[in-house]
């Protein structure tokens, strides 16, 4: 009998590879951490519908499941530009599987997406009133007021996404030009430089005296407050805590509403249109790759303040 090898041969990184399905290479080829997270919960909800459990039972799919499952989040009420999302993030799965060889066809293919309005986006913004009341709000003479203020009038001012506030580091806030500049890491991963408001160069700036940490370059901009001055924070902020800065300002303010912290991006937006910048000019500041895709913002079209319904008295 022929005795086995106690050798043990360890699998290369090319082995290691293909045993990953491609399924998951398909996710981990999104650059965007928040549309990673997303696309995997809108296919984890899909294999739930039709009960999958494995990669195999995924690759079986053909058009009518993906038909059911869209008539399926219809009834549910689901949101038309949250239908078109889940179907994008299904067929980009499945676009990558026939781009490998994996399966003939995309199930996804031909199947219409809801309609949805294309000429103004869903993001509320405030109103210029609103803005320098939130921005006024935090207390310059504490640590956190002086870095909610600087968060607030980097969104106000600047009109990065939330995402985009929280991978700042230190040393994107750098002079380029002759002018104040921070550099955004975007969506898709491209850097986006943005020369800054005097105001908001000035607010980080007091935030550093305050923070101390000015000449930690490669740590985060933007940090938690501590209680012990002792024991700094090198960790970034989150995505939910610029939000709830913004809330808690608006709130303390007496605004309230359906805001989000990509309202702060709206306003910016719209402000800035609004007091002559060339949509180019806003296009640029906010990174966009299309103009429409900037014009979804501008609010300058709705005018609550001179609604005809203040007109029809009885």
Request: proline share 6%.
């Amino acid at each position: 009998m022929k005795e086995e090898s106690l050798v043990h041969v360890s699998p290369t990184p090319l082995d290691l590879l293909k045993a990953i399905p491609e399924e998951e290479l398909w996710l981990q080829s999104q650059q965007s951490p928040g549309t990673r997270l997303g696309y995997r919960s809108d296919v984890l909800q899909f294999m739930g519908f039709l009960q999958i459990r494995t990669t195999k039972e995924l690759r079986l799919v053909d058009r009518g499941a993906v038909i059911a499952w869209k008539r399926q989040l219809e009834i549910a009420g689901t949101k038309p530009a949250t239908v078109r999302r889940k179907l994008a993030a299904l067929s980009s799965l499945f676009s990558h599987l026939v781009h490998h060889h994996i399966l003939p066809l995309n199930p996804c293919r031909e199947i219409r997406r809801p309609r949805i309005n294309r000429r103004t986006g869903a993001t509320p913004a405030f109103s210029p009133a609103q803005a320098a009341a939130i921005l006024d709000a935090p207390d310059p003479t504490t640590l956190q007021g002086l870095r909610d203020r600087a968060i607030l009038s980097v969104g106000f001012q600047a009109g990065p996404r939330r995402a985009s506030i929280v991978r700042l580091r230190v040393r994107d806030f750098r002079e380029d030009a002759g002018f104040d500049t921070l550099v955004f890491q975007c969506k898709g991963g491209h850097e986006h430089r943005v020369a800054l408001h005097p105001k908001t160069s000035q607010r980080i700036r007091n935030y550093f005296v305050a923070s101390r940490h000015g000449e930690d370059l490669d740590g985060p901009l933007f940090r938690p407050v501590r209680s012990r001055p002792d024991l700094p924070s090198r960790r970034a902020l989150r995505g939910q805590e610029i939000a709830r800065i913004l809330k808690h300002y608006a709130r303390l303010v007496g605004v309230n509403g359906r805001y989000s912290a990509h309202s702060m991006r709206a306003t910016f937006i719209t402000v800035a249109l609004q007091n002559g910048a060339s949509l180019e000019d806003v296009q640029a500041a906010a990174g966009h790759a299309n103009p429409s895709t900037t014009k979804l913002y501008d609010k300058r079209g709705y005018n609550p303040d001179k609604s005809a319904a203040f007109f029809a008295n009885y």
